[in-house]
């Protein structure tokens, strides 16, 4: 796959946003907008790069009818799947469930 790829994975049940928030940030995640029902979090990186673990990160969490919804990204276009988005994603799910 190449483009803007994103994973959206749906954490039901959660942490509360406020702890989701924290979490992120000990990940290594910055604040870069920040709403009473959604945040975003960016990580640096390299745009030019052949390991999918070394682009710039985007983030993105927010509130759901239950639970909270996590969606990642790489802030850059990419031109094939390593699969590192995924993996992250992964890891992140686990460390914001209950």
């Not at 509360?16 to 290594?28: D, F, N, P, T």
């Not at 640096?44 to 909270?68: R, W």
């Amino acid at each position: 796959m190449w483009g803007w790829k994103a994973v959206g994975i749906k954490i039901d049940p959660s942490v509360s946003l406020e702890q989701a928030r924290e979490i992120i940030k000990e990940a290594g995640f910055q604040e870069y907008v920040v709403n009473p029902e959604y945040i975003i979090f960016k990580q640096t990186g390299t745009q030019l790069t052949i390991k999918g673990e070394e682009l710039p990160i985007e983030v993105v969490i927010g509130s759901a009818e239950s639970g909270i919804f996590l969606q990642a990204r790489y802030d850059t276009f990419v031109l094939f799947d390593s699969g590192d988005l995924a993996k992250l994603a992964d890891e992140l799910v686990f460390k914001l469930s209950v």
